[in-house]
Structures are given as C-alpha cells and as structure tokens.
C-alpha cells in the first residue's frame, strides 16, 4: 500500500498491457448519481491528458456500485510526493535553511500560479477542494512537480477529512463551495509548509477542529 487515509487507499500496481507500475487508488464514493461522477471524472482525465507536465496522468477510471467505491489508475511517480519530502526529507536536495532552498520554493510557487491559472482559464474552471502538499508530486527530481487531480469532492465526508479542515478556509468547509479565492488561502498553506517543513496543524489539532466545526453553535440566548 502506497498510502491511505479516511476516504482513499493507494496501492502500486502493474499494467498488464504494458507493464508499467501504475497507481491503483480507490475512492469511498459519495451519494452521487453516476453521471454526475462520469461527467466530473471524464474532464480530469481530459485535463490529465491535454496538459501532462502539469497534472499526474490520470489513465482511467470505473464505479464499483457494490462496494460504492471510485477506482482511478494513474501514472506512478517514483520520487513521491511533496509531503513525503517535508516529512522524510532529501538527501540530494539543499538543506531548509540554505540559500538554494529558497529559490526551490520559489520555483514551486510559481509552477503551481501556473497550474492555477490553467484551471481558472479553463471554461468551465477546474477547481481543487485540497491544494495540498500531498497532491503535489516530483518528477525524477525535485525541481519538477505535477499537481494531482485527485477527485476528494466525489468522496464519502471529504468536507471532513484532515486534508480538507487543514487546507481550506473555514467558510469553503461549511458551504462545500469552492472557489479560485479558497484555493489561493490552500495555497499559502502549502507555501508555509514548504517553508517550514512542518504540517501547518498536527493530529490532535486538526481532531479538536473537526469537533469543533461538527458541534452545533451555541449563543446567549440558548443559556
């Protein structure tokens, strides 16, 4: 298992065509009609597709009405994904507090503004409900990175997932409304996690958020 969290398993997989490792990931489906998800899947897969130095190929995809799950097949990049580095580190890359590393980050910023500007100029645009540090990949090095379409909207609680309370503003939370305003506040997150190297909430943090967000508030009056 490549990864795993609340609505999605990862697993490294071969193709039988063609022999290549590929991503298996499946998705614990939400209550959507299945042409809603078609529709949805089928521009990830056209984007994926038109524009591969900007996003993870996304192969293919199918429904599993039986199990409600979404399963993707995407391309599988060795190097991992940006989390990984924060967290695991690089030994080939430069140290945090040096001088390269700056200009690293710098180059990640302004890869991801044009990532950003390609969706928001598509008709209609493409909006993430996590611009995360774990949707962001290296390829073959970490001067090059792609941005993961992975569809989390589609998936059973994404509103609630550790992913979604960490990296989008409190008010795209409650509406579930996306938009290019909440993915510039997702992006700042990530930009200080680059530059940090630490998650912006830790576990226990993010836990008391979520119980927070999910306890009806209370005024004045109701005393």
């Given amino acids: 298992m490549l990864g795993a969290c609340d609505s999605r398993r990862s697993y490294l997989a071969t193709d039988s065509e063609t022999g290549q490792s590929v991503v298996w990931t499946e998705f614990q489906l939400a209550d959507l009609a299945d042409e809603d998800v078609v529709k949805c899947m089928d521009y990830c897969v056209k984007c994926s597709r038109d524009i591969p130095q900007f996003f993870v ?6 429904i599993d009405r039986e199990h409600s799950l979404l399963i993707t097949i995407t391309e599988y990049l060795k190097k991992g994904c940006m989390e990984d580095f924060l967290l695991k580190g690089d030994a080939s890359s430069p140290q945090r507090n040096h001088p390269e590393y700056l200009l690293l980050v710098r180059s990640w910023i302004i890869s991801l503004l044009r990532v950003l500007d ?4 598509l008709q209609p645009p493409l909006f993430l409900p996590t611009l995360s540090v774990s949707h962001i990949y290296f390829v073959e090095n970490v001067d090059n990175i792609k941005l993961a379409l992975f569809p989390l909207f589609l998936s059973k609680g994404w509103s609630e997932s550790p992913d979604c309370v960490r990296y989008l503003p409190c008010e795209a939370v409650e509406s579930k409304f996306i938009s290019d305003a909440s993915e510039v506040y997702s992006l700042g ?7 940090t190297g630490k998650l912006a909430f830790d576990v226990p943090t993010l836990q008391a958020m979520m119980a927070m967000k999910r306890s009806p508030v209370k005024s004045g009056l109701d005393a």
């Fill in 118 to 121: 390609y969706m928001h100029s």
């Fill in 189 to 195: 997150v990530c930009v200080l996690e680059m530059l």
């Fill in 57 to 62: 190929l996304l192969q293919s995809y199918w």
